[in-house]
């Protein structure tokens, strides 16, 4: 399943930062106004696709290391950031990941988790990779959103393709994120203009 969602997001790159897509403007927004306020050097961004949070990012930070599965997605995201302060690597979440540990103070996490079966795996990475005190910005697709049948999707060929997905609830991020050695700072919803449920859910992490 997981080669299968990674074959989607190649298929879906050229579309990605061109095609209307409330989630993906609604993430950029709770990004920016999460994060800032909150000061930060080294910036380890999960998911970082084409580079759509990165941009911002990248004006607050001494360096950023991008992970993500889909070759053409970082393709795109290095032609938007040409610097030698940011590094984008090819990664599959599920295992270890190529980075060093206790070397970041920030990381982020955004329209990724839908497609991690476990949760787990991901929180303990983060926390290894954090410096103590670190940050973790989570932002994900609403348990509601969620349960209502949204999913990642995209148009091809006019044709509608739906990307496969886990649920995760409320308390699937915060208690995997407590066990893993993180307290919560902060959580929010995130709504788009006249809908009847939340979109977005973030949350704000600390690693003890």
């Not at 696709?49 to 070759?71: A, P, Y």
């Not at 990664?91 to 839908?114: G, I, K, M, R």
């Given at each position: 399943?997981?080669?299968?969602?990674k074959?989607?997001?190649?298929?879906?790159?050229?579309?990605?930062?061109?095609?209307?897509?409330?989630?993906?403007?609604?993430?950029?927004?709770?990004?920016?106004?999460s994060?800032?306020?909150?000061n930060?050097?080294?910036?380890?961004?999960?998911?970082?696709?084409?580079?759509?949070?990165?941009?911002w990012?990248?004006?607050?930070?001494n360096s950023?290391?991008?992970l993500?599965?889909?070759n053409?997605?970082?393709?795109?995201?290095?032609?938007?950031?040409?610097?030698?302060?940011?590094?984008?690597?090819?990664?599959?979440l599920?295992?270890?990941?190529?980075v060093?540990?206790?070397?970041?103070?920030?990381?982020?996490?955004?329209?990724?988790?839908?497609?991690?079966e476990?949760?787990?795996?991901?929180f303990?990475?983060?926390h290894?990779k954090?410096t103590?005190?670190?940050?973790c910005?989570?932002?994900?697709i609403?348990?509601?959103?969620?349960?209502a049948?949204?999913k990642?999707?995209?148009?091809?060929?006019?044709?509608?393709?739906?990307?496969?997905?886990y649920?995760?609830?409320e308390e699937?991020?915060?208690?995997?994120?407590q066990?893993s050695?993180f307290?919560?700072?902060?959580?929010?919803?995130?709504?788009?203009?006249?809908?009847?449920l939340?979109?977005?859910?973030?949350?704000l992490?600390?690693?003890l």
């Amino acid at each position: 399943m997981f080669k299968k969602i990674k074959d989607d997001y190649d298929a879906w790159a050229h579309q990605y930062d061109i095609d209307a897509n409330p989630t993906r403007d609604l993430d950029k927004i709770a990004t920016i106004e999460s994060l800032s306020k909150i000061n930060f050097s080294n910036v380890l961004e999960i998911g970082c696709g084409t580079g759509k949070n990165t941009e911002w990012l990248f004006t607050r930070t001494n360096s950023i290391v991008g992970l993500d599965f889909s070759n053409k997605m970082l393709a795109l995201a290095s032609e938007k950031i040409n610097s030698d302060r940011v590094e984008f690597m090819n990664t599959d979440l599920n295992y270890e990941w190529p980075v060093n540990d206790n070397s970041f103070d920030l990381a982020t996490v955004n329209l990724t988790l839908e497609h991690i079966e476990k949760l787990d795996h991901i929180f303990w990475s983060l926390h290894k990779k954090l410096t103590t005190g670190g940050k973790c910005f989570v932002c994900e697709i609403h348990p509601k959103k969620q349960a209502a049948g949204s999913k990642a999707q995209f148009l091809k060929n006019g044709v509608k393709k739906e990307l496969d997905t886990y649920q995760h609830s409320e308390e699937d991020y915060i208690q995997n994120a407590q066990k893993s050695g993180f307290a919560l700072l902060s959580k929010k919803d995130w709504w788009s203009d006249n809908e009847d449920l939340p979109r977005l859910i973030s949350f704000l992490f600390r690693k003890l």
